[in-house]
């Protein structure tokens, strides 16, 4: 049935009458004619026809016609309603719900316990604000409280604060005693959102006596807290910063296999989790061992927790007992790079285990391997030369990626800065960092014992020999491409900043290494070095008084570093003639050179000259025989060591033994001849 058609509200006119006159205001509807009921009628079976309903208050508006405003009463349907909450009701509301909620504390077991306990605790956390004997009184009072009770505390969230108070502010034996009472609990405590933290601070400052006894309580259970979301943290902050060698072994041992978790070592202290010695022993278990360590590796990287270290040691034993050619090392290096947000390789790259990693897939990978391992890299090269294993994937890089214009793009930007202006702040900070310095130098100076560690010399090592079966461009045509974007940004802040670098022994070393690569662009570098030299050598403060300045001095006037093996020089091409450079601004105080404490400088410049079939400074030297005699018999020594010297024998101090007399000046000698 069709819906009734509405009829529309009655006008203005019709209300008022023909002559408009105004009708009063109305306070109550009058009963409806027949008309009206007409109306109200087909008003209804629009409403039933579900048609929009129309408000009786609404009609009685219209009727007004908006006269109601300007008189003096106020329509009933504009009155403020009276059902509504006021403020007053409000506040008794949240009254009557903190009653309940404190009710509901009280009715909890130990309640008036932790509510004493944490007031302790309000008053205890403020340390700067306790006086220490105060402190101490409610330190007992706080341990008379949890004692009995701790199991009960820990797993709340606000009570287990409580717990680690004490234990901060316990004595070792108070905090013995609260381990003891956890025991048998330690697993479900680091399952636990806020008692995982109270067994971090427990391990770290109840002694050896507490580590053991509470690392234990993990074995044969690493596999599920591992992955549990909570524990997994927890337990591996144990592992990386606690635990003992045996105790890391024991709990790295079940990611390969639930015998290893079920089944104790005979010989705990001296335990393996080596897998290569395992394999050795039982060949025939490499199949399930391999497949199950690689299944736990493959379920963290899935679930994007990628930041442990007991996993960056189970993917390095993984990966070390994988054939290089296999195809098992092809997909391990694919599941690597299938993170696609890049988080696994950044991870890796700050451990000890996940850095080898890192270089192990760079040396196994292929030529596309490389070129995504080292874009994942871009934005935190920096990052990596500061730490202390991050800088070994650079060196890496250098010693394995062909693509040398790759290398130069990816790594010497975020190295060195992209502007002159900050590549000399950068340079400048990374020499005074022993990490940073390496990805700096190693270029230059190799594989040196002053530069790198014997660990990582042996690993880079092996590296290089992985890299003779994958790579196809000569290592030393590789170095020098890559020394050709290193060099230029070292020049510009070796003449810009000279006099601060040489301040330092290891400034000295890298000026050395730098200018002995030169390729021709570092004549204003040389000129600053050799501008240091000038001056009055005697003067304290003057670089002729640091041995390691006149080592560099040196060795950039010989052009090369002695060869003990060879009993000779090895020069190093260079289009500079820095002894003749050197010679010039000495030349004044030649004398001095040869009988101070860098007489070796000139002897490094008469060799110079002598392969250069030159004789200038000999000459000069052959007029002063006799001061040389005199020195050779003496010691040479700085000037700051003759003050300390003068001053100890004046207070009666008992002299040292008798110096030799200055070796360099002897040898000159014996060059004049």
Request: glycine share 6%; charged share 30%.
């Amino acid at each position: 049935m069709a819906a009734a058609k509405r009829k529309a509200a009655p006008d203005k006119a019709s209300v008022s009458g023909r002559d408009g006159a105004k009708k009063p205001k109305i306070v109550v509807p009058a009963l409806p004619d027949s008309d009206s009921e007409q109306s109200s009628t087909d008003d209804d079976k629009d409403a039933s026809d579900s048609s929009v309903p129309i408000n009786d208050e609404h009609q009685i508006d219209q009727v007004d016609g908006g006269n109601a405003e300007q008189d003096e009463g106020i329509h009933p349907s504009r009155l403020a309603p009276t059902n509504l909450p006021t403020s007053t009701a409000s506040k008794e509301s949240h009254a009557k719900q903190k009653i309940l909620a404190q009710e509901r504390r009280a009715s909890k077991p130990n309640a008036d316990l932790i509510q004493r306990s944490k007031k302790i605790w309000e008053r205890l956390r403020r340390k700067s604000h306790v006086p220490r004997d105060e402190r101490k009184e409610l330190v007992a009072e706080l341990y008379s409280i949890i004692t009995g009770n701790t199991k009960d505390f820990v797993l709340k969230h606000d009570a287990t604060r409580v717990i680690q108070t004490a234990i901060k502010y316990g004595n070792l034996d108070q905090r013995r005693a609260i381990a003891q009472e956890l025991k048998g609990e330690y697993q479900r405590l680091a399952e636990s959102r806020y008692a995982k933290f109270l067994i971090g601070k427990l391990v770290v400052s109840g002694g050896p006596d507490t580590r053991d006894l509470v690392i234990p309580e993990f074995y044969g259970k690493i596999r599920g807290l591992i992955k549990h979301p909570e524990a997994s943290w927890i337990v591996d902050d144990i592992y990386r910063g606690i635990a003992t060698p045996a105790q890391k072994a024991t709990m790295l041992r079940e990611w390969y296999g639930p015998e290893f978790a079920l089944f104790k070592a005979e010989n705990a202290s001296n335990i393996s989790s080596t897998l290569s010695e395992i394999l050795a022993k039982s060949p025939e278990k490499r199949t399930p061992i391999m497949r199950y360590l690689l299944d736990l590796i493959n379920l963290l990287i899935q679930k994007k927790t990628t930041g442990f270290t007991m996993l960056h040691d189970a993917m390095l034993q993984y990966m070390l007992n994988l054939k290089s050619d296999g195809e098992e090392m092809s997909a391990f290096i694919e599941m690597i790079k299938g993170d696609e947000e890049g988080d696994l390789l950044k991870n890796l790259a700050f451990t000890p285990s996940g850095a080898k990693v890192v270089c192990l897939a760079l040396a196994n990978g292929s030529a596309k391997d490389r070129k995504h391992i080292l874009r994942t890299y871009k934005d935190t090269v920096s990052l990596l030369s500061y730490d202390a294993h991050g800088h070994l994937v650079i060196l890496a890089a250098y010693d394995i990626i062909d693509d040398t214009v790759l290398t130069t793009k990816c790594i010497f930007p975020e190295l060195l800065g992209k502007d002159e202006a900050a590549q000399e702040e950068h340079v400048m900070n990374a020499l005074s960092d022993l990490n940073a310095r390496k990805a700096l130098l190693y270029l230059f100076a190799g594989c040196a014992k002053w530069l790198l560690s014997d660990e990582e010399v042996s690993f880079l090592s092996e590296i290089r020999d992985l890299r003779n079966k994958t790579s196809k461009k000569d290592a030393e045509a590789r170095r020098q491409e890559l020394l050709k974007g290193l060099s230029r940004p070292l020049h510009m802040t070796i003449e810009k900043r000279a006099k601060d670098i040489c301040q330092t022994t290891f400034g000295c070393q890298f000026v050395t290494e730098v200018l002995l690569h030169d390729g021709g662009e570092a004549s204003g570098a040389f000129d600053a070095v050799a501008d240091l030299a000038a001056g009055d050598p005697m003067d304290a403060g003057h670089l002729a008084q640091s041995a390691a300045a006149g080592r560099m001095f040196k060795t950039l006037a010989l052009g090369g570093k002695f060869n003990a093996k060879l009993g000779r020089v090895e020069t190093r091409p260079t289009s500079q003639d820095f002894h003749r450079q050197l010679y010039a601004r000495i030349k004044p105080n030649i004398l001095q050179w040869a009988t101070g404490p860098s007489s070796f400088v000139v002897l490094g410049i008469l060799d110079a000259e002598q392969s250069q079939n030159g004789d200038e400074a000999k000459k000069s030297l052959s007029k002063h025989k006799k001061a040389l005699e005199k020195a050779s018999r003496s010691p040479a020594m700085p000037v700051e060591q003759h003050d300390n010297q003068g001053k100890q024998q004046g207070k009666g101090i008992e002299k040292s033994k008798p110096l030799k007399g200055n070796m360099g000046a002897k040898l000159i000698l014996e060059k004049l001849v």
